[in-house]
């Protein structure tokens, strides 16, 4: 009688698939931070071999993208139509989507932060395409010219990165960035701007030229007049 066949102990379980494994990645980092995350420590929380992970994702780099991704997808999910029938009261939606990944993730948001976008005139944590495309088309079509949608845009992704970024660290979460391991894959670096698709995205076509434009000196300029300015207000009253 022929001995039984060998299990293969990396076959997939039925029920493990890419959302699962990205689903679980970003439990394992809220409970143990990105700085522990790898292929292994990943199968070992899903009971599964390593090598099962990669029918899935190519490596860590990629998991940790689609780490980011998730995280921002939520944040559509989240926004309130009826606020956004004002570009105030959509900005006030988006930010608060934004915080709340922040503050119910706070050790994954700064990967948010501090992974590469997917072109250099993306700004965190403002760093989805869908996301960019609609908030332009938002600010434009409540009457913002090009200039001040941009504007708005570049003061929007600093203010939200510097208040979420400090609130999530006193939260516990690391800020540096994750070091990638030699052997966790060969996934593609964002930061290709040739590369990247636009088809869809009206709004980011038209002005990427603007979106590329290096404003960071006026804009520190701005932002500290700014809060001088609201500083001497508040000593006023």
Same mark, same amino acid.
């Not at 494994?21 to 980092?29: E, H, R």
């Not at 899903?46 to 490596?59: D, Q």
């Not at 072109?119 to 760093?127: G, H, K, Q, S």
């Given at each position: 009688?022929?001995?039984? !066949?060998?299990? +293969?102990? /990396? +076959? ?20 143990? %931070?990105?700085?522990?995350? /790898? ?9 599964? %071999?390593?090598?099962? @992970?990669?029918? $899935? &994702?190519?490596?860590?780099? +990629?998991?940790?993208?689609? &780490?980011?991704?998730? @995280? *921002? =997808?939520? &944040?559509?999910?989240? @926004? ?9 009261? $959509?900005?006030? /939606? ?12 706070? !050790?994954? #948001?700064? *990967? ?19 996301? &960019?495309?609609?908030? @332009? ?7 913002? /010219? +090009? ?5 708005? $845009? ?27 391991? #030699? ?16 088809? %869809? ?7 990427? !030229? ?10 520190? =300029? ?16």
């Amino acid at each position: 009688m022929a001995p039984p !066949p060998k299990t +293969d102990t /990396t +076959d997939t379980p039925a029920k493990l698939d890419r959302d699962s494994i990205v689903q679980t990645a970003i439990s394992f980092i809220d409970r143990d %931070g990105a700085q522990r995350l /790898t292929m292994r420590a990943l199968a070992h929380e899903l009971g599964v %071999g390593p090598m099962a @992970l990669y029918r $899935y &994702v190519t490596g860590r780099e +990629d998991l940790l993208e689609a &780490v980011v991704a998730e @995280l *921002l =997808e939520g &944040v559509r999910h989240d @926004l309130d139509d009826e606020l956004g029938r004002t570009w105030q009261g $959509y900005l006030q /939606t988006l930010s608060h989507a934004i915080r709340r990944v922040a503050v119910e993730h706070a !050790p994954a #948001f700064p *990967l948010v932060a501090t992974r590469h976008p997917a072109a250099p005139w993306l700004r965190p944590p403002l760093r989805s395409l869908d996301l &960019v495309e609609d908030f @332009l088309q938002t600010l434009v079509g409540h009457g913002f /010219t +090009d200039h001040q949608a941009v504007g708005a $845009y570049r003061a929007f992704s600093s203010f939200l990165l510097g208040q979420l970024l400090l609130e999530s660290a006193t939260r516990g979460a690391q800020t540096s960035p994750v070091e990638m391991p #030699f052997d966790e894959g060969e996934a593609q670096v964002p930061n290709e701007d040739g590369k990247i698709d636009l088809s %869809g995205r009206p709004a980011i076509a038209r002005l990427r !030229p603007m979106l590329s434009e290096d404003r960071s000196a006026d804009e520190f =300029e701005v932002s500290l007049e700014i809060l001088l300015d609201r500083l001497e207000m508040s000593l006023s009253q």
